[in-house]
């Protein structure tokens, strides 16, 4: 990228709970996503100077939208886990922007679904296509990382407006006998088993070493890339089960998704996990969980599911609200 040519016209910023993401956007078009630990910055402010220096904007942009994983309203963002809090008014002072918006993370990701081509997806089972039902219809969003994040999109005029919420801490619902026990003992450690603690990466340490206890082992405390890895290999029984038994949670509870938001134009699954496996998910019983509502079967087996496999998605709607009137 050739800092002096094509003046920046927004900075962009996906910031998760591990990795903070930034990237220019030029005459429309985006530039190289810059990547690097939120642990290095002790505060957003730090971020951002390093990011522009790093992305070599010839002159600060006129616009700044930043995404962050927390609580935000309009003129500010708080990271529980990093402890950053950032306002929209020291961003006006420390670097000169003339507009800024904050968002939540999820908000970034739900706007970005409509812009999502093909290539950029993965079926996971079921229809590949939304039924042609006529109006356009909600879409739903989940990825399990660091944390639970969870979003919806919802047709409006002039914009589909993102609707976000704290869905990853609702009580998580056992479907069977192994998942019933399972959870007793995680309330035993937890007190309240939210969907985060089992379908994120500690979730997935939490599910393999509830199955240890259950086998009447003294748990051994993995990692979630451990557990991933030796679950693909196919040579550790358990870090396998509590791989298929991710999949079987998350299907559960995307399959919640849709019916709560009523998102028949499809759930997408995004995160940071997911990706690592996405042939083992699509193998999995992911689906056949999400379409398991009893007498609601038939309205869950019209909603596709799909895997966002586009690198930095969340890019797509952060430039979306860069582009509309502030």
């Known amino acids: ?28 078009k985006l530039g190289e996503v810059l990547t690097f630990p939120v642990a290095d910055h002790a505060t957003s402010y730090g971020a951002v ?9 010839a002159q600060v942009p006129q616009t700044a939208v930043l995404a962050f994983a927390g609580p935000v309203d309009e003129a500010r963002a708080v990271m529980t886990n990093a402890g950053w809090d950032t306002t929209e008014g020291e961003l006006r002072r420390r670097f ?23 290539g950029d997806r993965l ?17 739903a969003v989940l990825g399990p990382g660091s944390g639970l994040g969870v979003a919806a999109l919802l047709p409006a005029e002039p914009a589909p407006r993102p609707l976000i919420s704290e869905g990853g801490h609702v009580t998580m619902a056992a479907t069977d006998r192994l998942e019933a026990d399972l959870f007793a003992l995680l309330r035993e450690d937890f007190g309240h088993v939210s969907a985060e603690r089992v379908l994120s990466g500690p979730g997935l340490s939490n599910i393999h070493s509830a199955l240890t206890r259950l086998q009447g082992d003294v748990a051994e405390v993995l990692d979630p ?7 693909l290999e196919g040579g550790d029984p358990l870090c396998r089960q509590a791989l298929d038994l991710f999949c079987l949670l998350l299907g559960t509870f995307a399959g919640n998704l849709a019916l709560s ?49 586009r690198p930095n998605a969340a890019f797509l709607g952060l430039a979306a609200t860069a582009e509309q009137p502030f």
Request: glycine content about 14%; hydrophobic content about 45%; cysteine-free.
């Open 261 to 309: 938001y009523g998102a028949r134009g499809g759930v997408y699954l995004a995160g940071g996990i997911l990706p690592r496996f996405p042939d083992f998910l699509a193998a999995s019983g992911f689906r056949a969980r999400f379409e398991d509502k009893g007498r609601f079967r038939g309205y869950l087996q019209d909603i596709p599911t799909w895997l966002i496999t």
């Open 96 to 118: 000169g922007f003339s507009q800024v918006r904050l968002l939540n993370d999820y908000a970034a990701l739900a706007l970005s679904l409509a812009r999502l081509g093909d």
């Open 1 to 28: 990228m050739n800092p002096g040519v094509g003046q920046a016209t927004a900075l962009l910023a996906d910031i998760g709970a591990t990795n903070a993401r930034f990237a220019l956007l030029r005459e429309g």
């Open 49 to 57: 100077a390093a990011a522009l220096e790093r992305l070599g904007s």
């Open 225 to 231: 890339a451990t557990v991933t890895h030796r679950g």
């Open 123 to 139: 079926a996971i089972g079921g229809l590949e296509a939304a039924p042609d039902s006529g109006p356009p219809a909600p879409l």
